[in-house]
């Protein structure tokens, strides 16, 4: 026990000398050092680096030290199209104010404007990247902070674009304020544990604003996908919440404003899905709680595929959408309940706010069409309207049993 104790004195004393002794250090054409590189290989632990104003054509700059580089403005690292432009592997580093440009492409080999590897308690924050394969890339990290990065690229195909912020095995990771766009996906989490990702602006991507892989106990909340490929895809994962989100705009063939796949057990509330091809898309998936969430103008709100169970829909608003509920499988013991239906027609004697007739959410012609996508061309005709009734009176094809026993009269407003 005395032995520990004087181990951690001396430890203490280490680190007071060595960050005391902690200097800043400039970079530019009349300074001591006019290389990032060489000012890095020349500081200490602690140290602060100072890029000044100018272009600095620079790549595989390499880190491996406790430093903080700082880019005052106009600031810019230019790569040349040669590769990875800056490789760290330290901790209680960060990176902030720099302008970095034209990072390589591989097909072979993941080049980023910057590139973490086995760090923790970090910061990259207030860095424009610009014409990325990949803009941030961590891997087997943990502890980091990704704050008001402005990320962009010209991607014009999947294979040959790279993500804006791509994460692999990591963990207590936070992606918070970036405007990320032109890239394959947006944001990409694989792996990724006990992190969260909030208020970022996530548009114009090839593939999705944001990606997980079997990643869990996640949080994404206050974000915007817009015009993507598809808006976000969660796969293979659980415990997850997701909240007070805008999926818009994110329309095509197979577009879709949420994308679920074999997720369970979380959370999806006070989320706005807009002018999407498909809101969400689900796919075997399992307790999971649908809570004052707004579809408003969707091709279709919500499609049901199979190997569903314990999923609750309660309290949401569905507002002009050509289809509510699209649902291909046997009911299981998913619930709609509760809900705002913008087609019900029903009415309400007793004055309760809840409808006195239940409502049928799946309509015959969504059936059809699921059937026969070329149908879709009939959705406003007369004969459509007729078929739609006659199986609402008379269930053949759609679930009998799924049915909305009180639905709301009044839409429900509140996103808090």
């Given at each position: 026990?005395?032995?520990?104790?004087y181990l951690?004195?001396?430890?203490?004393?280490?680190?007071?000398?060595?960050?005391?002794?902690?200097?800043?250090?400039?970079?530019?054409?009349?300074?001591?050092?006019?290389?990032?590189?060489?000012?890095?290989?020349?500081?200490?632990?602690?140290?602060?680096?100072?890029?000044?104003?100018?272009?600095?054509?620079?790549?595989?700059?390499?880190?491996?030290?406790?430093?903080?580089?700082?880019?005052?403005?106009?600031?810019?690292?230019?790569?040349?199209?040669?590769?990875?432009?800056?490789?760290?592997?330290?901790?209680?580093?960060s990176?902030?104010?720099?302008?970095?440009?034209?990072?390589?492409?591989?097909?072979t080999?993941?080049?980023?404007?910057?590139?973490?590897?086995?760090?923790?308690?970090?910061?990259?924050?207030?860095?424009?990247?610009?014409?990325?394969?990949?803009?941030?890339?961590?891997?087997?990290?943990?502890?980091g902070?990704?704050?008001?990065?402005?990320?962009?690229?010209?991607?014009?195909?999947?294979?040959?674009?790279?993500?804006?912020?791509?994460?692999?095995?990591?963990?207590?990771?936070?992606?918070?304020?970036?405007?990320?766009?032109?890239?394959?996906?947006?944001i990409?989490?694989?792996?990724?544990?006990?992190?969260?990702?909030?208020?970022?602006?996530?548009?114009?991507?090839?593939?999705?604003?944001?990606?997980?892989?079997?990643?869990?106990?996640?949080?994404?909340?206050k974000?915007?996908?817009?015009?993507?490929?598809?808006?976000?895809?969660?796969?293979?994962?659980?415990?997850?919440?997701?909240?007070?989100?805008?999926?818009?705009?994110?329309?095509?063939?197979?577009?879709?404003?949420?994308?679920?796949?074999?997720?369970?057990?979380?959370?999806?509330?006070?989320?706005?899905?807009?002018?999407n091809?498909?809101?969400?898309?689900?796919?075997?998936?399992?307790?999971?709680?649908?809570?004052?969430?707004?579809?408003?103008?969707?091709?279709?709100?919500?499609?049901?595929?199979?190997?569903?169970?314990?999923?609750?829909?309660?309290?949401?608003n569905f507002?002009?959408?050509?289809?509510?509920?699209?649902?291909?499988?046997?009911?299981?013991?998913?619930?709609?309940?509760?809900?705002?239906?913008?087609?019900?027609?029903?009415?309400?004697?007793?004055?309760?706010?809840?409808?006195?007739?239940?409502?049928?959410?799946?309509?015959?012609?969504?059936?059809?069409?699921?059937?026969?996508?070329?149908?879709?061309?009939?959705?406003?005709?007369?004969f459509v309207?007729?078929?739609?009734f006659?199986?609402?009176?008379?269930?053949?094809?759609?679930?009998?049993?799924?049915?909305?026993?009180?639905?709301?009269?009044?839409?429900?407003?509140?996103?808090?």
């Amino acid at each position: 026990m005395l032995i520990n104790r004087y181990l951690l004195i001396i430890s203490l004393l280490f680190y007071t000398v060595l960050y005391s002794a902690a200097s800043t250090t400039e970079v530019c054409e009349s300074c001591d050092y006019n290389s990032i590189q060489d000012a890095v290989d020349n500081a200490i632990s602690g140290d602060t680096i100072i890029i000044k104003a100018g272009v600095y054509k620079e790549f595989a700059i390499r880190i491996e030290k406790e430093i903080h580089l700082i880019g005052e403005e106009n600031s810019i690292i230019d790569g040349e199209n040669n590769g990875t432009i800056i490789n760290v592997s330290a901790e209680n580093f960060s990176i902030k104010g720099l302008t970095i440009k034209n990072v390589g492409i591989s097909y072979t080999k993941d080049y980023a404007a910057i590139l973490v590897s086995r760090s923790k308690y970090f910061t990259i924050e207030n860095n424009i990247l610009r014409n990325v394969f990949f803009g941030i890339l961590i891997e087997k990290s943990k502890y980091g902070l990704i704050r008001n990065n402005d990320i962009s690229s010209s991607a014009t195909h999947e294979a040959s674009s790279g993500n804006g912020v791509h994460l692999w095995h990591c963990s207590r990771m936070r992606i918070e304020q970036n405007k990320v766009s032109n890239l394959r996906d947006g944001i990409y989490l694989e792996f990724v544990e006990n992190s969260s990702i909030s208020n970022n602006e996530s548009s114009d991507n090839i593939r999705y604003g944001l990606h997980f892989m079997f990643s869990n106990n996640d949080e994404y909340f206050k974000n915007e996908f817009r015009n993507n490929g598809a808006g976000v895809a969660v796969m293979f994962s659980k415990i997850i919440k997701m909240h007070h989100n805008t999926f818009h705009l994110n329309w095509g063939p197979a577009s879709y404003g949420l994308l679920l796949k074999e997720i369970t057990d979380a959370d999806i509330e006070n989320n706005l899905f807009e002018k999407n091809t498909i809101g969400i898309n689900i796919d075997g998936c399992s307790r999971i709680n649908y809570t004052n969430n707004h579809f408003v103008q969707n091709g279709w709100a919500i499609k049901f595929h199979g190997g569903c169970y314990e999923n609750i829909f309660e309290l949401n608003n569905f507002i002009h959408n050509s289809f509510d509920l699209s649902y291909s499988s046997r009911l299981n013991d998913n619930k709609f309940e509760g809900n705002y239906w913008s087609d019900y027609n029903g009415y309400d004697l007793d004055k309760d706010g809840i409808g006195d007739v239940p409502y049928r959410p799946v309509r015959l012609f969504s059936y059809v069409v699921n059937k026969t996508p070329e149908t879709l061309v009939l959705l406003r005709s007369l004969f459509v309207d007729i078929i739609n009734f006659s199986e609402k009176v008379s269930p053949v094809f759609t679930p009998e049993n799924l049915i909305d026993n009180k639905p709301i009269m009044i839409r429900i407003n509140d996103r808090n």
